[in-house]
């Protein structure tokens, strides 16, 4: 018997119906995470039409150096 073997026989085994259950749940996952995915992507475009998001900021992205765009203050700086 191989180690796999030694840990697959160990606890309850699900059913049929519990087998069917748990690839239904890992499509669904998975469709809900690609959805997810391009939803993301949708909003981070309109944000960056909109000019309220920096290019770069996608999920996942390494990220970009950003410049300051804060207005600048009226009050001299403070030495």
């Known amino acids: ?4 073997e030694g840990r697959r ?4 085994q699900p059913n049929d119906d519990e087998r069917a259950e748990l690839e239904w749940l890992r499509v669904e996952n998975q469709l809900l995470r690609t959805q997810r995915d391009v939803l993301e992507r949708i909003a ?3 944000a ?3 000019g309220i998001a920096w290019p770069g900021d996608a ?3 390494s990220g970009s ?6 207005r ?6 403070e030495a």
């Open 72 to 77: 600048p203050s009226s009050r001299s700086p």
């Open 59 to 61: 999920p996942g992205s």
């Open 9 to 12: 026989s160990r606890g309850p």
């Open 1 to 4: 018997m191989t180690e796999y």
């Open 65 to 70: 150096i950003r410049k300051d765009t804060r």
């Open 48 to 50: 960056e039409d909109l």
């Open 44 to 46: 981070t475009g309109f």
